[in-house]
């Protein structure tokens, strides 16, 4: 559509080619097929940045295992409250998935996501009495009454026998499992919600588009300046409405914008890493993915974790994460990308949330400056007698981590994911990766209402959005719960 002879004109603009804008295209399309969006990608392809399978861990988070979802009080009571909100959030993404596979846009839900038991497994007795806390909150409640708890190393050995190898009976541990647990190929999954895009809403992705600057114009709408990475061309792009759904690209173009909401907003890097298991004996002898917790101050990402995938079509075997150090904000992205992205208006809030976060800094220091053979070390943790053989480093995705301004603090991290958006919601941006991949639908519906409140108040329309999603804005009962469960355990052949 051309509104003006001298620019294209879109509904919607979407930056970036991964896991977030294909949700929010795709939402918006189901619930107005006429809009006109466009999607631009810097890359040559879609999903090659973190939503990417190597460069996240693939786990579809639902609190099933993830213990810094369940904070420890200062009563000794283990709070599941925020347990509770993953776990519905991941729903919401299993319930759109299943409507796609429903409707056969997606035909092979196997090709992206299969049934693999959630554990949480930590030593100790302190840590034990913990983990069995939060097994007696979670049996009384019907998210997580399918959980299962035990001290005793003969069970351990039945759930995650390479982690008990050479483990002698005596050794303080415990463990809980939720056998419905996921491992998401996020990845593939993309690609294949890009392929919908395409095919049933003629919505193709442009790529080698790289957005460079977004300017507000005078009638309300916004102007996208995009530079043709192989022509090298420089053109302008007009637009009712702008998702920066660019990754760790968000913060330095939502720099660009010129509304106060993002005033105060920093980042820091962090880079990771795998240890993968080049042994197939050993992969085929690991089931599930294992939690345990991070160390007391240490980052709620640094959780290490053993766990079962399913990459380029096989079973495979990953630990970590590792964290390290560039200043790229992308893994493709430019080493002065975390000069470029301090201005005068954040530098306080990165001094603050530095000076506030030493622990961290000290985590970061300490993670950077291990060896291979220091990596070994951590894994041997979980497996005890693991040869430097049998694995290999591989690089995973690039967070950017948030930074907020705070009122007391100066600065503050922020560990889940955060929408920046103007006041009247033309522009919007989404910062931070957790928890990430798992729950983009729901993020995503946050963006649909920000941006289009007038689709969204229209009764047909949530009629829609509830035909795809049973429980968007929807009261969740035991009874709700469990049949949509059953249901999307059915279509996603997670039985
Ligand atoms: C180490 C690690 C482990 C993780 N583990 C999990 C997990 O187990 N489970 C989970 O649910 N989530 C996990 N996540 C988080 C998850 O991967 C991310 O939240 C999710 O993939 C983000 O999707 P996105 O679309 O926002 O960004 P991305 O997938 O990074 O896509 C952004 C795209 O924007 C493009 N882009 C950037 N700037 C521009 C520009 N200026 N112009 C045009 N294009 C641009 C990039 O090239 C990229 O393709 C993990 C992340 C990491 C890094």
């Known amino acids: 559509m051309t509104k003006n002879s001298s620019k294209e004109y879109y509904d919607l603009i979407c930056v970036g080619g991964g896991i977030m804008s294909a949700n929010l295209a795709l939402l918006a399309k189901m619930i107005k097929p006429d809009l006109n969006i466009l999607i631009l990608e810097r890359l040559e392809a879609v999903a090659k940045e973190s ?123 415990a463990a809980s499992r939720i056998e419905r647990g996921t491992e998401v190929n996020y990845g593939t999954l993309t690609q294949q919600l890009y392929k919908i895009l395409e095919n049933e809403y003629n919505t193709p992705v442009k790529f080698y588009q790289d957005v460079e600057d977004l300017d507000p114009l005078e009638n309300g709408n916004w102007t996208a300046i995009v530079k043709d990475l192989k022509s090298k061309e420089k053109y302008q792009i007009e ?29 820091f890097p962090v880079s990771g890493e795998w240890l993968v298991c080049k042994n197939e004996e050993l992969i085929s002898q690991h089931n599930g993915k294992v939690y345990s917790k991070a160390g007391p101050d240490d980052p709620p990402m640094s959780t290490p974790h053993l766990d079962t995938r399913y990459i380029d079509g096989k079973r495979q075997l990953m630990f970590g994460p590792f964290a390290g150090f560039s200043p790229k904000f992308l893994k493709e992205g430019s080493n002065l990308d975390l000069l470029k992205s301090v201005t005068f208006k954040n530098i306080p809030s990165m001094l603050g949330a530095f000076w506030h976060n030493l622990p961290l800094t000290k985590y970061l220091v300490h993670q950077v400056t291990m060896s291979f053979d220091d990596r070994m070390d ?20 690039q967070r950017v981590q948030t930074i907020k301004r705070d009122e007391f603090e100066g600065g503050k991290l922020e560990f889940g994911t955060q929408i920046v958006s103007g006041a009247d919601g033309k522009i919007t941006c989404l910062l931070g990766a957790s928890p990430g991949a798992s729950t983009a639908t729901k993020v995503m519906l946050d963006v649909l209402e920000k941006a289009f409140p007038e689709l969204i108040d229209k009764d047909e329309n949530l009629s829609r959005l509830q035909e795809i999603i049973p429980y968007y804005k929807k009261e969740i009962t035991k009874g709700f719960f469990e049949n949509e469960l059953k249901r999307t355990t059915d279509i996603l052949n997670l039985k």
């Not at 810094?68 to 993953?86: F, H, M, T």
């Not at 409405?241 to 920093?266: M, N, P, S, W």
Request: aromatic letters at 12%; a negative charge; proline letters at 2%.
């Open 51 to 173: 939503s990417a399978a190597w460069n996240n861990a693939g786990t579809g988070h639902s609190a099933l295992c993830e213990l810094n979802y369940c904070p420890e009080e200062d009563d000794g009571s283990v709070s599941i409250s925020k347990a509770l909100e993953i776990c519905k959030q991941f729903e919401i993404s299993k319930q759109f998935w299943s409507y796609l596979v429903d409707k056969e846009f997606i035909k092979d839900p196997g090709s992206f996501i299969k049934k693999v038991p959630h554990h949480s497994w930590v030593t100790g007795i302190k840590n034990a009495d913990y983990l069995e806390k939060r097994y007696e909150a979670f049996k009384e409640h019907y998210m997580f009454n399918t959980i299962s708890f035990t001290r005793e190393i003969s069970k351990m050995k039945e759930w995650f026998p390479l982690i008990m190898r050479e483990r002698e009976e005596g050794e303080v541990m």
């Open 239 to 267: 637009a009712d409405h702008i998702f920066i759904g660019a990754g760790g690209g968000a913060l330095l173009l939502l720099e660009t914008v010129e509304i106060e909401e993002k005033d105060g907003f920093g980042g």
């Open 378 to 397: 951590d894994l041997r943790k979980f497996v005890k007698d693991a040869k430097n053989e049998d694995w290999e480093i591989q690089v995973a995705g």
